[in-house]
RNA sequence: GCUGCUAUAGUGUAGGGGCCAAUCAUGUCGGCCUUUCACGCCGACGACUGGGGUUCAAAUCCCCAUAGCAGCACCA
């Protein structure tokens, strides 16, 4: 049945229902409303300071940014540096640029490791509560009968045993693997990852660069317990971290407080670049990268550094939204998003890769006028002289017998076997559209700039307009090449990074 | 293996019983514009994972299958 037929059939045997079927729904672009945070909210964005931020950092950050922004309240930076081997330094900083670079709405910034007591005081009243206990069990043999379902002996401790444990944790009197301090949960809980987790171990080495101190607390607890002492409403975070909700959610019910409103949303792939800290570390380690910045990683630094604006990263952050399904992420569509944020303020330049030195005979000299943005004459021009010796892309003029050089004049090529011999053939625009000379880019012989545009498939040599030098730092658009951001000027040599077409 | 989540064009997304022979964006292809490219404008292409069920009516609800993903760390 068609919809025509079917609404004529329901005029038929249910005519009240009718009505219904005229209302409008409305669409709309925003991201699906947030429950219970009409009077504002409270949300976080957690980062584990091991390196620069990357893509799956820009997503939790903005999505939760876009919903502090959108309902008011505060956003806090909590940065969870509570595994001293996970802790890079020099990434406190690094997170603090590339948060600033994203233009997060921060209202708060805390650091776990600032809080450890207020983790061993909390793990104190769990122990009290009869909710937690200090196990001596080796790791593997606890893992075997969790798999079963069965107890560890340590689970029978008394409190006061447990406590007097607690207590030589905390004064050293164990090592790194002696000892955890687990959450009491449901050993027959279906889902094993739910049975007695750890909240709590030791670890002697390395230091940790901030505190002295060899007691820490795992994420589910530390986040717990700083969800609810920050007074966080609402959580927006990767799938992966569904059990660990269901997990933290044991100790909100121990202390009778009252849980976040939880959003996961699923897994973004993003096909040819490694996101995980430690393999992009490698990368650059073995000199697979040059650096956080390299061209090939997902990090903001090395988005940055070609040119995509952070508006451009935000735009297709809330694009892809809060979803549960597995996506990949799409740079497609953060080109795209860049390109519309770029393209009105980009300059025009010519670029002239696998040049040919060549002699126009008989050209005169001539002053061309380029338009520095075809949409916007306010802007002015570029000019350039030429007395006839010319760069050309070589790939431009081979089997051509005629071209018009863009803004200057036409020109006739003969081959001579291989050999080119260029002579002037006026002015006339008409006459180069009639013969259907191509347009093609060039740079007059002494009046130009040694340009390397790196790009993720490998660097194009080739030569640019002297203006450029002026544009460090700015996005270009290399006519016929695409978008690029001009990183530095050496010596007369121009470094630029090729964003996207 | 156990536990859970998800399934709409190449990609991302809207739609949560009737407005849906399915939205928007991006992409690709064509055309217009343009001193090449880009922008802009016009047009085309392209999807409800499969099978059952409920219902007058299913992309939407239920069941099964399949697929993908996540967790089962003294990482976050």
Known sequence: MSPAERKSHLSEIAPELLAELTETREHSRDLP?????????VMRFAP?????????????SILNDYYVRRY?????????????????????????????????????????SDRLDIYYDWCRKLIEL????????????????????????????????????????????????????????????????????????????????????TVFPLMNFSVAVDDHLLGITHVIRGKDHIA?????????????????????????????????????????????????????????????????EPEAVRNAMVDIGIGETDISFSWENLYSRNKELVDPKANRYFFVPDPIEVVVEGAPRHEAHAALHPNDPSRGVRTLVTEGKVLLPRADIEGKSM????????????????????????DSLEEARREKAP???????????????????????????????????????????????IDSVDNGRVSAYFAHR
């Not at 071209?403 to 006026?426: C, T």
């Open 130 to 213: 009869g909710g937690a206990y200090v196990c001596l069990c080796e790791g593997e043999r606890f893992r075997e009968l969790k798999l079963k379902g069965k107890a560890c002996p340590c689970r029978e401790l008394t409190v006061e045993e447990n406590l007097d444990l607690w207590q030589q944790m905390l004064d050293g009197e164990f090592y790194e693997g002696d000892v955890t301090v687990r959450v009491k949960t449901d050993l027959a809980h279906p889902d094993p990852a739910m049975r007695d987790y750890s909240a709590m171990r030791i670890v002697n080495a390395p230091l940790h660069p901030r505190v002295d101190a």
């Open 244 to 308: 660990n909700t269901r997990r933290q959610r044991y100790i909100f019910d121990y202390f009778g407080w009252k849980p976040p409103v939880y959003r996961h949303y699923g897994r973004m792939g993003i096909s040819g670049v490694v996101l995980s800290t430690s393999g992009m570390r490698e990368g650059i380690n073995s000199g697979i990268y040059t650096g956080w910045d390299d061209i090939h990683l997902g990090t903001m630094r090395a988005i940055a550094r070609r040119g995509i």
């Open 439 to 485: 347009i093609i880019q060039w740079l007059p012989a002494d009046a130009k700039l040694p340009c390397t545009l790196l790009r993720q498939d490998g660097s194009l040599e080739g030569f640019c307009e002297p203006l450029v030098a002026g544009e460090v730092d700015n996005v270009v658009q290399f006519e016929r090449i695409g978008f690029a951001r």
């Open 403 to 426: 071209v018009r050089l863009k803004d200057l004049y036409n020109m006739k090529i003969e081959w001579d076997a291989d050999e080119p011999r260029l002579s002037y053939a006026g």
């Open 33 to 41: 409303a947030l429950e219970g945070a009409e009077n504002g909210v």
């Open 48 to 60: 584990n300071p091991s390196g620069p931020l990357h893509l799956g950092h820009a997503r939790a």
């Open 72 to 112: 008011g309240g505060r956003y806090v930076l909590r940065v969870e540096d509570t595994d001293p081997k996970r802790v890079d330094p020099e990434a406190y900083a690094m997170v603090l640029e590339d948060v600033e670079w994203l233009g997060l709405g921060i209202t708060d910034i805390v650091y776990q």
